[in-house]
């Protein structure tokens, strides 16, 4: 394998092949830290959604998006009731708890959301609470009164009755600034909610997180149903690496060996595989991935498995078949018959390797574009159910209007991945291509 | 010469490889399909090749030569005919017999860059035959490999087994050539022009080198070639081959110095002989194109280039091999019945 040492030796002398290995380096790490950072289990689990984001506000922006605002957007800010704070009187029969939260808002955008987690502990009787909200410049406005169970979601944004008696959506009309005219700002400084709570048992307590919703959120920001991005985005990247390789791998090195074994034996088994590649080539493979897609799985595996079944005859046999069959008529061939090697040898050991540093260049760049076809496949709706992927993030921005609403943060991030991924293949693909295939030097 | 030439005449030694008949023919198809014709590379060929000596093919190009050497390789199937190497008629063997038979003839090619894959190193390349042949233990591969190239001189050894063909010059690259022949330790080696792609002066110790491992091992060398002007020194009988058929055989000096055959003639005008009686003795060389071996001529092939052809015979008849003294033969119709030039 000199050729091949010697090859990657010289890549060195190609800037953009170097740009190239620090990109896939780049994407390889992403995709190293990502399986560590979030197990695969996890990852499904994450996706899910549900409750376990119900604390992330709905389509956050990316949290760079200030870098290039005048007024920042806020983040997500949480305050949970410290027992320490909390009066308690007794009377008979019940207590009762003023419970106070401080939070310390400085942005003049207002939150996406306002909620109150209450964490209730009682056996039979529920408590009953109520709930004031104290503004920065001392006004005290009564968000009404319940009964709470265990763990309940106060959603103060979605508080119909409370809305029409502000007159605005109550985490603008919360956080507005009286002194403001036209469009509303935020009032920064200190709020206070307190909240009143009675209990009915001895041993009942009472906790509550507050939580402003942030219109800025992490590094991706967050989708409609509340998921972080960024778990897409980190998970999309072994997924689409392990897609377009074993893809790449798989079909390369199927296609080669039947190809080699096609000019090896000859005859009637050639003229085979050439009929079959030659009908294969006329098949649309997009529209047979559609309908497996829809009739049977969506599954990566099964996709992945079509794809390499309708890559192996593909046009490349004709190719690497015009390249084995002057091989096989090489004296070293020849030679190694004298000696005795057998069929299977002959075709792993002698054929194949002769022509395997001019597919490198090819097969780097077959990588990204099996890449791609996964995240079309996931845009058309395709995408493995379970699995983040980059294609299933823009098949939900598709799906949700994203661009309309101008979240583009959703499109971006997946797509600049992908063309990230794309560059990086390419980029090395076409240096190596200079180092295996000498006559383009030239041009 | 001489002496090793009237050993030869002796005929005391054992018979190696026999040709009986031999015929290897190819089919010609138009449109992958449809047969047109043979090519009649090998065309009735019968000798025999005795244990330690060495003979050399001779003859134009295509006139079946290579042909020849990979249908006694075992790399084409006879059309006709059989040969027969140590007692065994090789139509009869089985996948074993022919593993065995491999181990036991070496191949030596003409152009040594291409008869070397230039993926394998030297190393790789010597072990390839060991390997394929159940030599499984890795040292005694090793060892095997360094005598081998101890054996061709290629010397450190050490700094030869880790390069690529594409490192190695032409007679070094023919040293692993024959390196890899001898490696399984063969009693019978093919060499097929093994220096005419080679440069002039690394020629003739590519050559004594074959000469010197033929001595030593007691190989049967047989050695096709072109050029006549090597044979002398080299070779103990020569075979004069033409259009698929062996014309004349004979001991190299008797073939050198009184040929028979007009087509042998011809052959040794073509080499530049100092000597000024010679240079003007063979002058009615006929020129013309070697005959189709789609269609060969009828009667002699010879016939249509033959200064000397008998009008009404030679055109008819195809001349049979007559043999002469000290195993001179010679197929033509001037020598039947043991007349004389
Ligand atoms: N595998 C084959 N299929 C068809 N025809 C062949 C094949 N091998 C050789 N021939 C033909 O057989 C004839 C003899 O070829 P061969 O290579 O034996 O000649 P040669 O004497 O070795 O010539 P040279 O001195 O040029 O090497 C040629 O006409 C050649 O085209
Ligand atoms: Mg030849």
Same mark, same amino acid.
Request: hydrophobic residues 45%; proline residues 7%.
């Given at each position: 394998?000199?050729?091949?040492?010697?090859?990657?030796?010289?890549?060195?002398?190609?800037?953009?092949?170097?740009?190239?290995?620090?990109?896939?380096?780049?994407?390889?790490?992403?995709?190293?830290?990502?399986?560590?950072?979030?197990?695969?289990?996890?990852?499904?689990?994450?996706?899910?959604?549900?409750?376990?984001?119900?604390?992330?506000?709905?389509?956050?922006?990316?949290?760079?998006?200030?870098?290039?605002?005048?007024?920042?957007?806020?983040?997500?800010?949480?305050?949970?009731?410290?027992?320490?704070?909390?009066?308690?009187?007794?009377?008979?029969?019940?207590?009762?708890?003023?419970?106070?939260?401080?939070?310390?808002?400085?942005?003049?955008?207002?939150?996406?959301?306002?909620?109150?987690?209450?964490?209730?502990?009682?056996?039979?009787?529920?408590?009953?609470?109520?709930?004031?909200?104290?503004?920065?410049?001392?006004?005290?406005?009564?968000?009404?009164?319940?009964?709470?169970?265990?763990?309940?979601?106060?959603?103060?944004?979605?508080?119909?009755?409370?809305?029409?008696?502000?007159?605005?959506?109550?985490?603008?009309?919360?956080?507005?600034?009286?002194?403001?005219?036209?469009?509303?700002?935020?009032?920064?400084?200190?709020?206070?909610?307190?909240?009143?709570?009675?209990?009915?048992?001895?041993?009942?307590?009472?906790?509550?997180?507050?939580?402003?919703?942030?219109?800025?959120? @992490?590094?991706? @920001?967050?989708?409609?149903?509340?998921?972080?991005?960024?778990?897409?985005?980190?998970?999309?990247?072994?997924?689409?690496?392990?897609?377009?390789?074993?893809?790449?791998?798989?079909?390369?090195?199927?296609?080669?060996?039947?190809?080699?074994? @096609?000019?090896?034996?000859?005859?009637?088994?050639?003229?085979?595989?050439?009929?079959?590649?030659?009908?294969?080539?006329?098949?649309?493979?997009?529209?047979?991935?559609?309908?497996?897609?829809?009739?049977?799985?969506?599954?990566?595996?099964?996709?992945?498995?079509?794809?390499?079944?309708?890559?192996?005859?593909?046009?490349?046999?004709?190719?690497?078949?015009?390249?084995?069959?002057?091989?096989?008529?090489?004296?070293?061939?020849?030679?190694?018959?004298?000696?005795?090697? @057998?069929?299977?040898?002959?075709?792993?050991?002698?054929?194949?390797?002769?022509?395997?540093?001019?597919?490198?260049?090819?097969?780097?760049?077959?990588?990204?574009?099996?890449?791609?076809?996964?995240?079309?496949?996931?845009?058309?709706?395709?995408?493995?159910?379970?699995?983040?992927?980059?294609?299933?993030?823009?098949?939900?921005?598709?799906?949700?209007?994203?661009?309309?609403?101008?979240?583009?943060?959703?499109?971006?991030?997946?797509?600049?991945?992908?063309?990230?991924?794309?560059?990086?293949?390419?980029?090395?693909?076409?240096?190596?291509?200079?180092?295996?295939?000498?006559?383009?030097?030239?041009? | 010469?001489?002496?090793?030439?009237?050993?030869?005449?002796?005929?005391?030694?054992?018979?190696?490889?026999?040709?009986?008949?031999?015929?290897?023919?190819?089919?010609?198809?138009?449109?992958?399909?449809?047969?047109?014709?043979?090519?009649?590379?090998?065309?009735?060929?019968?000798?025999?090749?005795?244990?330690?000596?060495?003979?050399?093919?001779?003859?134009?190009?295509?006139?079946?030569?290579?042909?020849?050497?990979?249908?006694?390789?075992?790399?084409?199937?006879?059309?006709?005919?059989?040969?027969?190497?140590?007692?065994?008629?090789?139509?009869?063997?089985?996948?074993?017999?022919?593993?065995?038979?491999?181990?036991?003839?070496?191949?030596?090619?003409?152009?040594?860059?291409?008869?070397?894959?230039?993926?394998?190193?030297?190393?790789?390349?010597?072990?390839?035959?060991?390997?394929?042949?159940?030599?499984?233990?890795?040292?005694?591969?090793?060892?095997?490999?360094?005598?081998?190239?101890?054996?061709?001189?290629?010397?450190?050894?050490?700094?030869?087994?880790?390069?690529?063909?594409?490192?190695?010059?032409?007679?070094?690259?023919?040293?692993?050539?024959?390196?890899?022949?001898?490696?399984?330790?063969?009693?019978?080696?093919?060499?097929?022009?093994?220096?005419?792609?080679?440069?002039?002066?690394?020629?003739?110790?590519?050559?004594?080198?074959?000469?010197?491992?033929?001595?030593?091992?007691?190989?049967?060398?047989?050695?096709?070639?072109?050029?006549?002007?090597?044979?002398?020194?080299?070779?103990?009988?020569?075979?004069?081959?033409?259009?698929?058929?062996?014309?004349?055989?004979?001991?190299?000096?008797?073939?050198?110095?009184?040929?028979?055959?007009?087509?042998?003639?011809?052959?040794?005008?073509?080499?530049?002989?100092?000597?000024?009686?010679?240079?003007?003795?063979?002058?009615?060389?006929?020129?013309?194109?070697?005959?189709?071996?789609?269609?060969?001529?009828?009667?002699?092939?010879?016939?249509?280039?033959?200064?000397?052809?008998?009008?009404?015979?030679?055109?008819?008849?195809?001349?049979?091999?007559?043999?002469?003294?000290?195993?001179?033969?010679?197929?033509?119709?001037?020598?039947?019945?043991?007349?004389?030039?």
């Amino acid at each position: 394998m000199s050729a091949l040492a010697d090859g990657l030796v010289q890549l060195r002398r190609y800037p953009s092949a170097v740009a190239g290995i620090a990109i896939i380096a780049a994407l390889l790490a992403v995709a190293a830290w990502a399986v560590i950072a979030i197990p695969y289990g996890s990852a499904l689990e994450l996706w899910r959604g549900g409750a376990q984001w119900q604390q992330h506000p709905v389509n956050a922006r990316p949290a760079w998006v200030n870098w290039f605002r005048a007024s920042s957007l806020p983040a997500t800010q949480r305050v949970a009731s410290d027992p320490a704070t909390v009066e308690v009187e007794e009377y008979p029969g019940a207590r009762r708890l003023v419970i106070p939260i401080e939070l310390d808002y400085d942005h003049r955008e207002f939150p996406s959301e306002l909620n109150v987690f209450v964490d209730a502990a009682y056996l039979e009787l529920e408590p009953f609470l109520r709930m004031t909200w104290h503004t920065p410049d001392g006004r005290a406005i009564p968000l009404g009164g319940r009964r709470v169970s265990r763990d309940e979601r106060i959603s103060i944004s979605q508080d119909l009755a409370l809305e029409r008696r502000l007159g605005a959506l109550p985490h603008v009309a919360l956080f507005a600034d009286p002194a403001v005219e036209g469009r509303p700002r935020a009032l920064p400084g200190r709020y206070r909610l307190e909240i009143e709570a009675v209990v009915f048992e001895p041993e009942s307590t009472l906790g509550a997180t507050l939580v402003s919703y942030g219109r800025v959120h @992490g590094l991706a @920001g967050t989708d409609h149903q509340r998921r972080d991005l960024l778990v897409a985005l980190l998970w999309g990247t072994p997924v689409a690496l392990a897609f377009g390789l074993i893809a790449a791998v798989g079909t390369t090195l199927t296609t080669l060996f039947i190809a080699a074994a @096609g000019v090896w034996f000859g005859g009637w088994l050639d003229a085979f595989i050439q009929r079959i590649t030659e009908v294969n080539m006329i098949l649309p493979v997009l529209p047979i991935l559609v309908m497996v897609g829809t009739l049977y799985s969506t599954s990566i595996w099964l996709m992945l498995g079509v794809v390499v079944a309708f890559g192996i005859f593909s046009a490349s046999i004709k190719m690497y078949r015009a390249m084995l069959l002057p091989i096989r008529e090489a004296p070293y061939i020849e030679a190694a018959r004298a000696y005795g090697v @057998g069929n299977t040898r002959m075709i792993l050991r002698y054929m194949i390797p002769r022509i395997l540093p001019v597919l490198i260049p090819g097969f780097v760049t077959l990588i990204p574009s099996f890449v791609f076809l996964e995240a079309s496949l996931a845009v058309l709706g395709l995408g493995d159910p379970e699995l983040p992927t980059w294609g299933k993030v823009m098949n939900d921005a598709q799906s949700e209007s994203a661009l309309y609403h101008g979240y583009y943060y959703w499109v971006v991030g997946p797509a600049v991945l992908l063309m990230l991924t794309g560059l990086g293949f390419a980029m090395l693909g076409f240096a190596l291509d200079r180092i295996f295939n000498p006559r383009l030097r030239m041009i | 010469m001489n002496v090793q030439a009237s050993v030869t005449q002796a005929g005391a030694r054992e018979v190696v490889l026999s040709a009986e008949d031999l015929h290897t023919w190819f089919e010609l198809k138009r449109w992958g399909m449809l047969r047109i014709g043979h090519v009649r590379a090998v065309d009735g060929v019968d000798f025999a090749l005795e244990r330690g000596e060495t003979v050399a093919f001779v003859g134009e190009s295509g006139c079946g030569k290579s042909s020849l050497a990979r249908t006694l390789l075992g790399l084409h199937k006879p059309t006709r005919g059989r040969v027969i190497f140590e007692g065994q008629d090789l139509g009869a063997l089985d996948a074993a017999g022919w593993r065995a038979h491999r181990a036991r003839v070496g191949y030596v090619q003409q152009d040594p860059y291409g008869a070397l894959a230039p993926f394998m190193d030297v190393r790789r390349i010597l072990a390839e035959p060991l390997i394929v042949n159940g030599v499984n233990d890795a040292a005694e591969r090793d060892r095997r490999i360094r005598a081998a190239l101890e054996e061709v001189r290629l010397l450190p050894v050490e700094e030869f087994l880790g390069k690529f063909p594409h490192m190695l010059s032409g007679g070094q690259q023919q040293r692993v050539v024959i390196a890899r022949a001898l490696i399984l330790a063969p009693t019978l080696v093919i060499a097929d022009e093994p220096v005419s792609m080679l440069d002039a002066s690394v020629r003739v110790e590519i050559l004594r080198l074959l000469r010197d491992l033929q001595r030593a091992r007691n190989l049967t060398l047989a050695f096709i070639t072109h050029d006549l002007s090597t044979v002398r020194y080299f070779a103990e009988r020569i075979f004069v081959m033409y259009a698929g058929r062996i014309i004349e055989q004979a001991s190299v000096d008797a073939l050198l110095d009184t040929p028979l055959h007009p087509y042998t003639r011809a052959l040794l005008a073509a080499i530049p002989d100092p000597d000024p009686d010679n240079a003007t003795h063979y002058k009615e060389i006929p020129g013309g194109e070697p005959p189709s071996l789609l269609s060969p001529p009828p009667g002699c092939r010879f016939h249509p280039r033959c200064p000397v052809a008998i009008a009404g015979r030679c055109e008819r008849e195809d001349p049979p091999e007559t043999t002469l003294a000290d195993g001179h033969r010679v197929a033509c119709w001037l020598h039947v019945g043991g007349e004389g030039a």
